[in-house]
């Protein structure tokens, strides 16, 4: 069975600008959960989606959003870049219940010029 | 305080020994605990999930949980130099797939 899998692995943004990142979870999947990880932070709970509803959400402002579409797979955006959202950030799928194991994807690197 | 702490080392342990990591959390709601592996500059890998007092083996794996301490553990046996990486733990409770980290538990082991 195939993993999670997110595009792009790298991309380079300046201030200001706006990026989309993607996450297709492991097949039978329905649950995508977006986490941010920087080195003074640690991994931080952005939002989870689950049947294309937002179930949980993180403390972020509102520059971040996501959806979720039918076949399960998500996308995350950031409006407005700062310096400070440079980090890594990954998607985690897990299938329906509550409290289920997740598996994360290998991660999209957001550097921000 | 926060919600879920580890000590962040780095712990050093030889070759073929026991490393044993610590874990403990705040909220009497939490549910489900999960310990990740993260390589560097990879992401976190699942290691094991644990939901019920007591231990949970897997390999050279043992996870130990006490929900009236608030307190849980991964032990790794027979230690290899493979096995040096950060070590997450993470717990979900009430808010259902929101998993909260600590800040991760570096492990070195020397051959």
């Known amino acids: 069975k195939a993993g999670v899998t997110q595009t792009p692995r790298y991309l380079i943004k300046t201030r200001g600008q706006q990026v989309t990142l993607s996450c297709s979870p492991i097949?039978?999947?329905?649950?995508v959960s977006w986490y941010q990880q920087t080195p003074g932070q640690g991994l931080q709970f952005l939002f989870e989606y689950f049947s294309e509803t937002q179930r949980n959400k993180g403390n972020f402002p509102g520059r971040f959003s996501g959806r979720q579409f039918s076949n399960s797979r998500s996308e995350m955006n950031v409006s407005t870049l700062e310096l400070g959202d440079s980090a890594l950030y990954l998607c985690?799928?897990?299938?329906?219940?509550?409290?289920?194991?997740?598996?994360f994807g290998p991660g999209t690197r957001l550097t921000v010029l | 305080q926060k919600e879920v702490e580890q000590n962040s080392g780095p712990l050093s342990v030889p070759e073929g020994a026991i490393a044993s990591l610590n874990c403990t959390y705040s909220?009497?709601?939490?549910?489900?605990f999960f310990w990740y592996r993260q390589y560097s500059g990879k992401s976190p890998e699942l290691i094991m999930s644990i939901y019920s007092n007591g231990d949970k083996e897997d390999g050279r794996f043992t996870a130990q949980l006490n929900k009236a301490s608030q307190y849980v553990s991964l032990l790794i046996r027979d230690s290899q130099p493979s096995d040096s990486a950060t070590y997450l733990c993470a717990r979900s409770g009430a808010a259902g797939n929101k998993l909260t980290f600590g800040g991760g538990t570096r492990v070195l082991v020397k051959p």
């Open positions: 985690a799928s897990s299938s329906t219940s509550f409290w289920d194991e997740q598996f």
């Open positions: 909220d009497r709601g939490s549910q489900s």
């Open positions: 097949s039978g999947h329905r649950s």
